[in-house]
């Protein structure tokens, strides 16, 4: 008797873990390709991009870079990694979700 009381306890357990965690992936704001179903792989995509990098030549002749600005004179595309899908209209909350 006691053995079977603590199965049914165990099963509840386990059930109530499985029904939270859908509900838990529902309530985060994730960008999902709505073609493939991706939500893991994406790309950011920058048209005519000029990158300067300041370097310092060491008393050895070697050099060591100082600073870099990247300046986008095109547009940035944001696409699923995996379908190559046009997501731009995400790229807004990508940088938000960026750290
Ligand atoms: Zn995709």
Known sequence: ?????????????????ITKKPLHYHGTNRIVCPYCGNDEDFLELAENVAITTRYVQNEDGSFTPVADDTQVF???????????????KYHKHFLEMLF
């Open 1 to 17: 008797m006691r053995e079977k009381g603590q199965l049914k306890q165990n099963r509840t357990a386990k059930r109530f873990v």
């Open 74 to 88: 095109g547009e940035i595309k944001f696409s699923c990694g995996k379908c190559g899908a046009d997501l731009t």
